[in-house]
């Protein structure tokens, strides 16, 4: 099955810092989102990738910035973390088509920005 | 309307009951939808598609009703198990890229009691 891999589980930030979040995923997937999950907001979609070096803006992304250098990899980067970044944020993966592919989604990396 | 809008619940029901959940969508455009499943503190996993024949996956019915622009899900003889939020996900086929985006609800919490 399709494995998509976020680095980190929790991480604890401070107002300002830069903030990494990296995600990997293992099935050659052309598509790879990013969306942060808010209690009462539900999924929001922040930025997302149909290829290499190619991103879109999604709903939401004021305050970040990504990079996709390799196929696999989608990096999402914080570039100076505000408490309103305080979230869970989601990777998912998908085949490029008709837009009827499975969404694969990471386990999640809950960010407290302090 | 709300791009997708579902009733957020909780739905409290018995084992063996049947539950419906629905949802409604504002763009006529949208050519995809899906019901995914998300437990508590874990990632949304892709339940079932929406096709607009309508399609049964075991216990669990999914209706498209195009016209209405509205989506059903149909859970016979609930499980324990069952318990999770149901997320309803529409394509939005004005971003760029062959495939359109997903819009997702903010999802319908089920809790199946013994």
């Known amino acids: 099955d399709v494995k998509v891999t976020q680095s980190s589980r929790y991480l604890v930030k401070r107002t300002g810092e830069k903030v990494f979040l990296e995600c990997v995923q293992d099935m050659d997937h052309e598509n790879m989102f990013w969306y942060r999950q808010d209690p009462g907001l539900g999924l929001r979609l922040i930025y997302f990738?149909?290829?290499?070096?190619?991103?879109e803006k999604g709903d939401i992304p004021e305050g970040y910035s990504v990079s996709r250098e390799k196929k696999e990899r989608f990096s999402l980067i914080l570039e100076s973390a505000s408490t309103n970044q305080t979230s869970m944020y989601l990777c998912a993966s998908s085949r490029g088509g008709s837009g009827k592919e499975k969404l694969f989604f990471g386990s999640g990396t809950q960010l407290s920005v302090l | 309307r709300k791009e997708v809008e579902q009733d957020p619940g909780p739905f409290n029901v018995p084992e063996g009951a049947t539950v419906a959940f629905n949802c409604t969508y504002s763009?006529?455009?949208?050519?995809?939808f899906f019901w995914y499943r998300q437990d508590c503190r874990k990632e949304p996993k892709l339940l079932m598609s929406?096709?607009?024949s309508g399609n049964e996956d075991g216990r669990f019915t999914a209706q498209l009703n195009r016209a209405s622009q509205y989506i059903s899900l149909l859970i016979r003889d609930s499980k324990l198990s069952d318990s999770a939020t149901y997320l309803c996900?529409?394509?939005?086929?004005?971003?760029?890229?062959?495939?359109?985006?997903?819009?997702f609800g903010k999802g319908t919490k089920l809790s199946v009691k013994p």
């Open positions: 990738s149909y290829d290499v070096k190619m991103k």
């Open positions: 929406v096709y607009s």
């Open positions: 996900v529409v394509s939005r086929s004005n971003y760029g890229g062959s495939q359109g985006n997903l819009i």
């Open positions: 763009n006529s455009a949208s050519q995809s």
